[in-house]
T-cell receptor
Framework: GNSVTQMEGPVTLSEEAFLTINCTYT??????LFWYVQYPGEGLQLLLK?????DKGSNKGFEATYRKETTSFHLEKGSVQVSDSAVYFC????????????FGTGTSLTVIP | SQTIHQWPATLVQPVGSPLSLECTVE??????LYWYRQAAGRGLQLLFY??????ISSEVPQNLSASRPQDRQFILSSKKLLLSDSGFYLC?????????????FGDGTRLSIL
């Protein structure tokens, strides 16, 4: 079946530190991969996506590369800001189950000044 | 552009009372619609999804139900709420059947059961 595994949080970083949040997946077909961000008390916002192997999604300084050989989609940012404090969710949709998304459990990030 | 609206934003209900949460989407037609629940500090649990009017798929058996009376309207209901129904309820939509289409979320409803 399909599943997404994210690194356990919470993650606490100092401002301007490098961020990596690991995400690996299992899929029965050929998935599309997504990262979402959720700020406190709000819904999820699409951060970036990649639809095929070796694609790199990027937005607001965040990047993630679709690695089929390692079934991974790790989220990275070179220099985090306090405003990046949020919960980050990795997700996939699969061509065999196109109407459903599979979400990771979320990783909480706190950036301190 | 497309927008999604959920209401109410916050709701406090007694145990055993009924529930109706509404979600509407604007700027698109024939969207896929979803209801999720997020318990405090937890991930997302898919409750229902719909690919068309009157078509509802349930992922988790429970005392909740969903309906889609119009193309861009999705309603989550309960006849009698339980304490365990507390949580953050999120509605989402996606365009068409393409698996590469992202889901877009509303701002959520915070439901507290007393």
């Amino acid at each position: 079946g399909n599943s997404v595994t994210q690194m356990e949080g919470p993650v606490t970083l100092s401002e301007e530190a490098f961020l990596t949040i690991n995400c690996t997946y299992t899929a029965t077909g050929y998935p599309s991969l997504f990262w979402y961000v959720q700020y406190p008390g709000e819904g999820l916002q699409l951060l970036l996506k990649a639809t095929k192997a070796d694609d790199k999604g990027s937005n607001k300084g965040f990047e993630a590369t679709y690695r089929k050989e390692t079934t991974s989609f790790h989220l990275e940012k070179g220099s985090v800001q306090v405003s990046d404090s949020a919960v980050y969710f990795c997700a996939l949709s699969d061509m065999n189950t196109g109407n459903q998304f599979y979400f990771g459990t979320g990783t909480s990030l706190t950036v301190i000044p | 552009s497309q927008t999604i609206h959920q209401w109410p934003a916050t709701l406090v209900q007694p145990v055993g009372s009924p529930l109706s949460l509404e979600c509407t989407v604007e700027g698109t037609s024939n969207p896929n619609l979803y209801w999720y629940r997020q318990a405090a500090g937890r991930g997302l649990q898919l409750l229902f999804y719909s690919v068309g009017i009157g078509q509802i798929s349930s992922e988790v058996p429970q005392n909740l139900s969903a309906s889609r009376p119009q193309d861009r309207q999705f309603i989550l209901s309960s006849k009698k709420l339980l304490l365990s129904d507390s949580g953050f309820y999120l509605c989402a939509w996606s365009g068409g059947a393409g698996y590469y289409q992202p889901q877009h979320f509303g701002d959520g409803t915070r439901l507290s059961i007393l």
